[in-house]
């Protein structure tokens, strides 16, 4: 035989950690969170950009395409000498000093203005008419805002020195330059809480998690009290770990029941074979003790159908099977099969059933569960006596299948337990039956998202009689 | 009748094998699914007896899906140890004809193969049925014996009907809950055999030769000759 | 202490050393239109009034000790002073 091969273990990969941490869930809700904090950042300072910086260039321009057209007017009206008389003025009342103007004539001669020659850009940019230039002003070079235009065979620049503007306008990307930093730093800072948080909240979880893969079941999942995201998935994981613990503790059952119930009538009929073996002298005897042990054999059989029946239900895999169908036959059939029982034992067993009950569920289990809550009721009856099977479908709460006996009822310290596998009162221990009958019928009340509970079927009375109430959730 | 066992516990292939034999029948066994297969595909059988699990790769389920598929329709019984209702609903849809779980009382298992042998053909819908002077109208739904009308509710009549229509034969009471009820469950108590009574009660009171006549240890059964 | 970035001067850097030719000069912060500014001043009617007149002389001053472009500012202050109606 060839040894299993050896589960080769790749080398630790020192991008390990990293990828790890690329990988996680908080990463990626951190990265969401800081892209979507820049964006919105950046989005302020395209805004704020935009209507500020953005506008003061479009009021310069205006200003310039007014002042333009105006000294074009003064040329229809007067030629260049008016031009020229205009800028001069214009110059003169120019108190925030940032008017440039140039007057050429048709020879290049400056004829009015303020700057000593033509820019090379003036006139030459993609923008048709306008055009950014740099201009001396007292040794420092200036960037100015130029609109150029023909008037016949002169030439005419109107401008403006933007440096004012310009340094708002840095000044501003200064500010949007330093508010990114801060958002960035604050998107950075902001994504490390949020990834520090998820994990926090995820934490008792996990924990919990390890330590039930560890093998404490007894672990619950704590509630931090803020009944949000994660405390519904506590409350889940909670509500699923109890299910498994009941599951568990079924098989338990199970083989406590095996070891309980199913070994008594096993020990008995081994005894019994076990005697005729020695007292092989009489044949008759031989004979009879081989029959009972058969009969033995038998009921092992059927108690340990109905405890994989009952199995069968709990493990909630009949679920796949449900299908939708009307009860009120159903329930009315289980009747007339029990009641020729009822009949020959002196009992009167009667319905009170509505028209309709439409059901999802499984009608062989549900059939069952009733029968035996029948058979139940009509054991314990005395003759004489009256069973009666009701039902109604509820809007809110489900459907209640009941069944009331007048018989002796059941204390109510039995009550809680009745339920149990192979438990049986004291009362009813002289007549036959498994014990199994009611923990199948819980079990089907289970797996249809109900429950079985007992009562006294007429508080009060003497005897009080035994009610027992299947209830069914809304499926 | 000859009928194939397929069956892999040597102990109840035996014991199976040995109780039809002596109930009249011809057995062949074969002790896994390979083999249950090649002869049932092979040979002519009244009915196969298969256990749901079989070593040899072809399980029950397998085997039958491939007779079928190839036309084959013999009677086919499973046994099986799965009791599940799932199990028995994949059993009866893979094309079995009756589904029986161990551990089982021979008397259920013979019964349950001559019923099966014995099914009602269903291109002759019989409309009446007939057992010594007790006769049963299926149309009109009344029973008459001797000529006078006997009183019959509608489950006594399904009751009595299958009877009827398995006469000669052990009817067992699982079967009749099975098919007359359709209740696939112990019901606890001995019902079967109260509304057998009751029925009887209508049937055989007041004549001198009675026809429901209980097998001990197995079942009821209807015939005319006592 | 937040760090200056002078736009302009980083777009001007490089244009200079394209085009390579003198830049144009502004020839209005000098002091021959500083006295251009005084001649117009004094033709205006409102240039007795205050504040226009005292104003010019506060911009003759600032241009004879050498801050033509203050003095320059202050003149056009006048000037439009002098020309607002009174």
Known sequence: MTPPPIPQEDLPNPWDPLLRFLRSAGFRFALLFAVVFSSAAAGFAFVLWFATAGSLDRQTDAALRTDALGLMERWREGGPGAVSDAIAERLAADVENHAIYLLLDPRGVRVAGNLDRWPAAAGQGPDGPWSFAFVAREGISVEARLYTMNLGEYRLIAGRDIEEKQRLRDTLAEGIAWSSAAASIFALVGAAVLRRALANRLRPATRTAEAIAAGDLSRRVPSSGLEDEFDRLGESMNAMLDRIDRLMEGVRGVSDSIAHDLRTPIARARAKLEEALADTAEPGALRAAIEQAIADLDHITRVFGALLRIAEAEAGARRAAFASFDLAPVLADVAEFYGVVAESRGQALVTELPDRIDLVGDRDLLAQAVGNLIDNALKFTPPGGRVLLSARSLPREGIEIAVADSGPGLPIEDRARAGERFFRADASRGTPGSGLGLSLVRAVAHLHGGDLVLGDAEPGRLPPGLRATLRLGIA | ?226 | MPIRLPLSVMLAAPLLIATGEPIPRITSDSQEYCTELVGRLARLPGAGGEPARSLGADGMRLCEEGQPRAGVAKLRRAIRAAQAPP
């Open chain 2, 1 to 226: 009748m000859r009928i194939l066992l397929v069956e892999d516990d040597a102990e109840v292939a035996r014991f199976v094998r040995r109780g039809l034999q002596e109930a009249g029948h011809t057995v062949e066994h074969a002790a896994n699914g390979r083999d249950g297969l090649f002869l049932a595909a092979s040979e002519q059988f009244d009915m196969l007896v298969l256990d749901r699990m079989l070593p040899g790769g072809v399980d029950g389920v397998r085997l039958v899906e491939t007779l079928r598929a190839q036309g084959n329709r013999t009677p086919v019984l499973f046994l099986s140890a799965l009791s599940a209702v799932d199990e028995r609903v994949k059993g009866l849809k893979a094309g079995g004809d009756d589904y029986l779980v161990k551990p089982f009382a021979f008397a259920e298992l013979l019964a349950r193969v001559e019923a099966l042998a014995r099914r009602p053909t269903v291109d002759a819908p019989a409309t009446r049925l007939k057992i010594a002077d007790l006769e049963m109208d299926l149309l009109s739904r009344t029973v008459t014996r001797g000529g006078k009308r006997i009183e019959i509710q509608p489950r006594e009549f399904r009751l009595l009907e299958h009877l009827m229509r398995h006469a000669g034969q052990v009817v067992t009471r699982t079967m009749l809950l099975e098919k007359v009820w359709d209740y696939h469950f112990d019901p606890q108590t001995n019902v079967i055999d109260v509304h057998v009574s009751r029925l009887r009660q209508k049937v055989d009171k007041g004549f001198d030769k009675p026809l429901i006549h209980t097998v001990r240890n197995a079942g009821y059964m209807i015939r005319a000759e006592p």
